[in-house]
């Protein structure tokens, strides 16, 4: 995916230690020095004199950022490269860049400001829900896990790049002074990889007409809440978009995933996911006891007569499933027991079949209702 390279602002977003990092994997050299002010790294090259580059020993000196900028432009006339490209390389090396092009009009110049608040939150909810499933896989969450918000905090949103409205997340992959697991991957590249496994399966299950290939691999791909998040990027099919990544050179991204670059994203992708989504969500009816607190009553006509709908909704806090609201259609006993558990401010207790389908929780063929007074 094609960005545009404003050469200021990648120049801010490099670091001592990306540059570091840059010049040690190009084959520069760190030399010893008494000065604890400064850093000399000394490239080998076909002449008496090898090339020195001198760096800030670290970013606490007030002209840090002037010296790094000094420095990129001292590699550029060595490389004999335009700056905007040595700066992508040294940004390219250590970060993961997650890109979406949105597939607007060619003359527009805008879009809705309600409309990009929602793409921003459903790419956040992209990398929030693939955070959860690098904690604990499952196939549906009712809520964000504990600490899966935490892991955003690597993330950062970028300058969106022009074509057809580009948005950049990026992610610094490694850190100074990070220890990494010699054999595993941080943690940030492994929900990044996740996204680019299930974009590729996504694609895979639309070619074949075959959803199971998606489903069945929520473990190492994408979840009902990333599913959802993927289609609301696209407002749930009303724009088409492409999704991208552009991935550290510093780290080799596993086998399956290495040669994914970009997949465009449409009608048939969101009605996929969708799809997907609904059935990673269901759970099948089991015999359950829930107990929790009526948030919500209502019958349009006398709860005593015999044709009258009467639903409860329940707010239960379950051991396996988390906080879920539960709903419930009661005959005029137990509707009046739980306007009972209601008006008391007490808890109710009701036995059936526990079951989801979609986002809805419901209890059926419901044998009791009691006001618990525990």
């Known amino acids: 995916m094609n960005r545009f390279r404003d050469q200021s602002n990648l120049l801010g977003r490099i670091s001592l230690y990306d540059i570091r990092s840059y010049l040690e994997r190009l084959g520069w050299r760190r030399t ?55 700066c992508a390389d040294i940004v390219g090396s250590n970060t993961d860049s997650l890109l979406i092009r949105l597939r607007v009009s060619n003359d527009a110049t805008s879009i809705p400001i309600g409309d990009a608040s929602k793409h921003v939150k459903a790419m956040r909810n992209l990398l929030l829900y693939s955070a959860c499933s690098e904690i604990d896989a499952k196939p549906h969450y009712e809520q964000p896990l504990p600490n899966a918000s935490d892991l955003l905090s690597g993330f950062e949103f970028c300058h969106t790049f022009s074509g057809s409205f580009g948005f950049e997340v990026s992610n610094t992959i490694t850190k100074p002074e990070q220890v990494d697991d010699l054999f595993d991957a ?17 694609e895979n299950s639309v070619s074949r007409e075959e959803p199971n290939v998606l489903i069945e691999a929520y473990e190492f791909a994408l979840n009902a809440r990333m599913c959802d998040a993927m289609a609301d990027i696209g407002l749930d099919g009303k724009i088409a978009f492409d999704l991208g990544i552009d991935w550290a050179s510093s780290v080799t991204p596993p086998e399956d995933v290495v040669l994914f670059k970009e997949c465009f994203i449409g009608e048939p992708q969101i009605n996929m996911l969708r799809f997907v989504s609904e059935q990673l969500k269901i759970v099948k009816p089991s015999l359950d006891r829930i107990v929790g607190y009526v948030v919500n009553l209502h019958c ?46 007490k ?22 209702v009691d006001v618990n007074d525990v």
């Open 347 to 368: 808890r109710l207790a009701a036995s059936g079949q526990l079951q989801r389908k979609g986002n809805t929780w419901s209890l059926e063929s419901i044998s009791s």
């Open 186 to 202: 941080p943690i940030h590249r492994k929900m990044v990889e996740r996204i680019a496994r299930g974009v590729l399966l996504l």
């Open 32 to 86: 010893t020095t008494r000065n604890n002010k400064w850093q000399i790294f000394r490239l080998q090259v076909d002449s008496p004199n090898p090339l020195e580059l001198v760096l800030p020993a670290d970013d606490h000196f007030t002209d840090t950022r002037a010296r790094i900028d000094q420095a990129v432009f001292s590699i550029g006339q060595v490389e004999e490269r335009p700056i905007a490209d040595v």
């Open 300 to 345: 349009a006509t006398n709860p005593g007569d015999g044709d009258a709908k009467r639903t409860v909704a329940v707010k239960v806090d379950h051991n396996l499933h988390g906080l879920i609201e539960v709903k419930m259609s009661l005959g005029p006993e137990f509707y009046l027991r739980s306007i009972d558990a209601h008006s008391k401010g």
